[in-house]
Each structure stands twice: as structure tokens, then as C-alpha cells.
């Protein structure tokens, strides 16, 4: 699922619409999710630092003792990897809300508030961060790629990219000094600039 394991999502959907196994609903319905085993399998992307670079969540021990990925940590991609890790984090979370798992509900609803970590008070912009928590130097908003921190994208892309807490962003931003509804408004017409950033090419 491109950078990160955004299947965490459909999976915690998956939970809280469709029918669970053993349910009144699912013996009407004709068809069912084993909630839990659902439930278990996704929390090992949340947990399990995976053996093979191509599953599960990489650089899954920085982002869980920093809060997110670092940009000096052997990761691509981190602002973008970082978002997707919260923002599933934040799926299992309401997922294991409903099976009343408060221990896992707790813990993943925490974590996926640290989108403020990577909120630079000086630019307004969600951006790279070491591992010693300052902001990776020559940032430009204007640059796409991995190595840059966004994948197949750049600040700007990101810049509002946390869903699941929309009214905690706008607060925040308005404390920050920015305003987001005049963010959406110059992303809206702003310029077209594209600096080739981290691909190396157009």
C-alpha cells in the first residue's frame, strides 16, 4: 500500500460497518468478519518490526520511541511514512474501541496524535525531523520526492494531510499563527512552481 500499511484502514473499517461473526446482523445478512482474528492480524503492523523491507512498517522502533519516522533514521519518504503510520494507527484504534480493547484503543489513539511533531511552528508546514527532534535542514516547499520526505508529492500535498482530526489541525495552526482555511485557499491558487526535489529529474 504504497509507503506505509494503509490496509490497517480498510481492515478497521472492515470492523465498524460490516457484520461480525456470530451477530444477529450477520446470520440476517448472510455474511460476516471475524472481528477479532481482523483485529489481531492488523495490530502486528502496529507492532511487529517486520523481518523483509517490503512488509509490514519500516523504521517501525524509531517511529514508535520518537513518535515519528526520523529523516536520519535509514527510512525514505519519512513525513509521508510517518502520516500513514498515525493515521492507521488511528484506524485500529476506533477498530479496537468497538471490540473493547481499551489497552490497544489507548496506546494507538496516542500515538496517532504526534502528527504535532511534525508541524514546523516556523513555516506552518508538516516537515522532516531528526532524530535529535530538530527539522531537517534545507527544506523546500516546493520539492517532490522520497529523499525530500513526501512520496510521489511534496509539502504542499501534505501540508493538511491528517484526516482523522481535522478540528485538532485548524486549532493548532490557528495557535501557530496560520489559518487554514487561507492554506486550502493559496493551495488552491497558488502558482504552479515545481522544483524536481529528490527524484533527480521531471
Not at 12 to 40: F, Q, R, W
Not at 63 to 87: E, K
Not at 102 to 110: C, D, I, K, R, V
Not at 129 to 151: I, K, L, P, Q, V
Request: net charge negative; glycine share 8%; with cysteine.
Amino acid at each position: 500500500s504504497m509507503t506505509g500499511t494503509m490496509s490497517d484502514v480498510s481492515m478497521s473499517e472492515a470492523i465498524m460497518k460490516l457484520p461480525h461473526c456470530g451477530s444477529t446482523e450477520a446470520t440476517t445478512k448472510g455474511y460476516c468478519v471475524d472481528a477479532a482474528t481482523l483485529l489481531n492480524a492488523s495490530l502486528q503492523n502496529a507492532y511487529q518490526v517486520p523481518i523483509a523491507t517490503e512488509e509490514g512498517r519500516e523504521c517501525l522502533e524509531e517511529y514508535i520511541n520518537l513518535g515519528y519516522v526520523p529523516y536520519d533514521g535509514g527510512c525514505d519518504a519519512v513525513v509521508s511514512r510517518t502520516l500513514n503510520y498515525l493515521h492507521a494507527d488511528w484506524a485500529l484504534a476506533q477498530a479496537a474501541a468497538m471490540l473493547d480493547d481499551n489497552e490497544h484503543y489507548e496506546e494507538l489513539s496516542a500515538r496517532a496524535a504526534n502528527w504535532t511533531l511534525l508541524l514546523n511552528p516556523d513555516t506552518g508546514f508538516l516537515a522532516p525531523r531528526n532524530m535529535d527532534g530538530s527539522f531537517a535542514s534545507g527544506f523546500d516547499e516546493y520539492a517532490w520526492g522520497d529523499s525530500r520526505g513526501y512520496t510521489e508529492s511534496g509539502p504542499w500535498q501534505y501540508r493538511l494531510e491528517v484526516p482523522y482530526d481535522p478540528t485538532g489541525l485548524q486549532s493548532t495552526l490557528s495557535d501557530l499563527g496560520f489559518d487554514a482555511a487561507s492554506i486550502v485557499e493559496e493551495a488552491n491558487t497558488i502558482e504552479s512552481y515545481f522544483h524536481v526535489g529528490g527524484y533527480g529529474t521531471v
